[in-house]
């Protein structure tokens, strides 16, 4: 059956009746004030809906007015909103807000896009979403769930949400405008998910091309089985910072990615450099491994279940010293985490990347003998020209020279599995990007962040994913679900 946007339209708006509301549509819904609209609005971003509620809850409890909000200091609003994405930003947002809406606006929140956007912290997905809920006028938000979902149908072929609302404009019928974001985003929190979308229930099923879509796996699941033979999920990602990463909403994606065991690389910091909040998340045990220089390398891993082991290192102080390798063991496997060297300019740390890569294959097959093996993290190599956007330019280069991907050979021909590719053979699946020439929206990426598993395992590999929606690093967590 061909794909129309009537029947997805029409289908959708049965679906999602019974789905949870999003939170600025049922702020709205309670009041018609447009002021706790748009502030609802500016704290909803990159942060998960019932965390949004709570925040706005305690706010209009103390600010039910831009009187009232301009009373609250920068500080206080911090410890109100916390700990929605990026609280900090947000709280400055909110402290100058009600000052701009007096000078520009005379007091009013203003009803067009172009007036809204000149308020602090709205960009045009927030000035649409307002403008349609608060103001119940045609305008288009694109947030993530939109543009993906659009371009998973097809009805639109865009690389950014900017661009799909353009193309919105052009193609979307007019009467579907204001209503299109609360319905793809409560579909895609329920069924279209990011991560292994629920394509076996899905209503539309019949109509949907699934462009670039990777379900979850279904026809490997038995009925009646527990949650345990569904197996448990790692996250593993290399933060590039983890102070910084926490200022870009690090913990609104750890805990939407809610994983079992949650492995990050290049944390750069001590464990008291870092606010209590990362360091003691509830219901995860946190283990912390930092190089000996400060701001450089490091690694950490947060695990629900507590460890019967933990082993820093490799056992050799010119790796040790980098904070490189962190394994914790568990009833029946081993997880290392590790953050390989990077060979760096003209190559002139190969050697050591060399001596590194040795060194922990030994240790792999040491461990190997005793129980499962998964060994995950920032390798700093892509293995072969699908796993880069530009090979032939990189064949000298760090991360793609003939030595460094020789060393993926002899890994893979000894048995060891690359989990992504076993699931997924496709081009441009990347996990790491320049921050330069805009090389992540362009998907001008390289995919050097893996999960390995030890040949006796394979059949414990229940899928694998890159979670390049997820932002706050110039990599993007990758995980593995492990029977």
Same mark, same amino acid.
């Given at each position: 059956?061909?794909?129309?946007?009537?029947?997805?339209?029409?289908?959708? /708006?049965? /679906?999602?009746?019974?789905?949870?509301?999003?939170?600025?549509?049922?702020?709205?819904?309670?009041?018609?004030?447009?002021?706790?609209?748009?502030?609802?609005?500016?704290?909803?971003?990159?942060?998960?809906?019932?965390?949004?509620?709570?925040?706005?809850?305690?706010?209009?409890?103390?600010?039910?007015?831009? &009187?009232?909000?301009?009373?609250?200091?920068?500080?206080?609003?911090?410890?109100?909103?916390?700990?929605?994405?990026?609280?900090?930003?947000?709280?400055?947002?909110?402290?100058?807000?009600?000052?701009?809406?007096? &000078?520009?606006?005379?007091?009013?929140?203003?009803?067009?896009?172009?007036?809204?956007?000149?308020?602090?912290?709205?960009?045009?997905?927030?000035?649409?979403?307002?403008?349609?809920?608060?103001?119940?006028?045609?305008?288009?938000?694109?947030?993530?769930?939109?543009?993906?979902?659009?371009?998973?149908?097809?009805?639109?072929?865009?690389?950014?949400?900017?661009?799909? /609302?353009?193309?919105?404009?052009?193609?979307?019928?007019?009467?579907?405008?204001?209503?299109?974001?609360?319905?793809?985003?409560?579909?895609?929190?329920?069924?279209? &998910?990011?991560?292994?979308?629920?394509?076996?229930?899905?209503?539309?099923?019949?109509?949907?091309?699934?462009?670039?879509?990777?379900?979850?796996?279904?026809?490997?699941?038995?009925?009646?089985?527990?949650?345990?033979?569904?197996?448990?999920?790692?996250?593993?990602?290399?933060?590039?910072?983890?102070?910084?990463?926490?200022?870009?909403?690090?913990?609104?994606?750890?805990?939407?990615?809610?994983?079992?065991?949650?492995?990050?690389?290049?944390?750069?910091?001590?464990?008291?450099?870092?606010?209590? /909040?990362?360091?003691?998340?509830?219901?995860?045990?946190?283990?912390?491994?930092?190089?000996?220089? !400060?701001?450089?390398?490091?690694?950490?891993?947060?695990?629900?279940?507590?460890?019967?082991?933990?082993?820093?290192?490799?056992?050799?102080?010119?790796?040790?010293?980098?904070?490189?390798?962190?394994?914790?063991?568990?009833?029946?496997?081993?997880?290392?985490?590790?953050?390989?060297?990077?060979?760096?300019?003209?190559?002139?740390?190969?050697?050591?990347?060399?001596?590194?890569?040795?060194?922990?294959?030994?240790?792999?097959?040491?461990?190997?003998?005793?129980?499962?093996?998964?060994?995950?993290?920032?390798?700093?190599?892509?293995?072969?020209?699908?796993?880069?956007?530009?090979?032939?330019?990189?064949? !000298?280069?760090?991360?793609?020279?003939?030595?460094?991907?020789?060393?993926?050979?002899?890994?893979?021909?000894?048995?060891?599995?690359?989990?992504?590719?076993?699931?997924?053979?496709?081009?441009?699946?990347?996990?790491?990007?320049?921050?330069?020439?805009?090389?992540?929206?362009?998907?001008?990426?390289?995919?050097?962040?893996?999960?390995?598993?030890?040949?006796?395992?394979?059949?414990?590999?229940?899928?694998?994913?890159?979670?390049?929606?997820?932002?706050?690093?110039?990599?993007?967590?990758?995980?593995?679900?492990?029977?």
């Amino acid at each position: 059956m061909a794909f129309t946007i009537e029947q997805a339209v029409a289908r959708l /708006e049965k /679906e999602v009746a019974d789905y949870q509301v999003p939170v600025v549509d049922l702020i709205a819904a309670q009041t018609k004030d447009p002021f706790k609209v748009l502030v609802a609005t500016i704290l909803s971003a990159r942060t998960k809906d019932e965390v949004t509620a709570a925040a706005s809850r305690r706010l209009f409890s103390r600010a039910e007015t831009m &009187k009232e909000l301009a009373a609250l200091s920068v500080s206080e609003l911090e410890k109100i909103i916390y700990p929605v994405g990026f609280f900090r930003n947000k709280a400055g947002y909110l402290a100058a807000l009600p000052e701009v809406l007096q &000078k520009k606006f005379a007091g009013s929140v203003p009803d067009t896009i172009d007036e809204l956007v000149q308020l602090p912290g709205v960009g045009r997905k927030t000035a649409n979403l307002v403008v349609a809920v608060a103001f119940a006028k045609p305008a288009i938000c694109v947030d993530t769930h939109v543009h993906r979902i659009m371009n998973i149908w097809g009805y639109v072929n865009t690389k950014t949400p900017l661009q799909t /609302e353009m193309a919105l404009r052009d193609k979307l019928p007019q009467r579907y405008w204001i209503r299109i974001n609360s319905i793809l985003v409560a579909f895609g929190q329920g069924t279209c &998910k990011p991560r292994l979308p629920h394509c076996d229930r899905c209503v539309l099923a019949d109509l949907c091309p699934k462009n670039g879509v990777h379900p979850r796996k279904i026809p490997g699941e038995k009925p009646g089985a527990t949650s345990a033979d569904q197996g448990r999920t790692f996250i593993s990602w290399n933060v590039n910072g983890l102070r910084a990463a926490l200022k870009k909403g690090f913990l609104d994606a750890f805990h939407e990615l809610d994983a079992d065991v949650f492995a990050l690389q290049e944390i750069k910091a001590l464990p008291d450099q870092l606010p209590d /909040e990362v360091k003691h998340i509830p219901g995860y045990h946190a283990f912390w491994y930092p190089a000996q220089k !400060k701001g450089y390398s490091g690694t950490a891993v947060l695990s629900r279940t507590e460890p019967i082991n933990v082993i820093y290192g490799l056992g050799e102080d010119a790796f040790d010293a980098e904070g490189r390798v962190l394994t914790l063991e568990f009833d029946d496997f081993f997880l290392i985490n590790c953050y390989f060297p990077n060979a760096q300019a003209k190559l002139k740390r190969l050697e050591y990347k060399q001596a590194f890569n040795a060194a922990v294959l030994a240790f792999m097959d040491r461990l190997g003998k005793e129980k499962s093996v998964v060994l995950c993290g920032d390798l700093n190599v892509a293995h072969k020209e699908i796993d880069l956007a530009n090979p032939k330019a990189n064949v !000298k280069n760090p991360g793609f020279s003939p030595q460094e991907r020789a060393w993926i050979d002899e890994v893979v021909h000894a048995g060891y599995v690359d989990t992504f590719r076993l699931f997924n053979q496709d081009p441009e699946q990347y996990s790491w990007w320049s921050y330069r020439f805009n090389a992540r929206a362009k998907n001008i990426g390289w995919r050097i962040d893996y999960f390995v598993v030890d040949p006796g395992s394979r059949d414990r590999i229940l899928d694998a994913a890159i979670h390049d929606e997820v932002t706050g690093s110039d990599h993007c967590p990758v995980s593995l679900r492990f029977k």
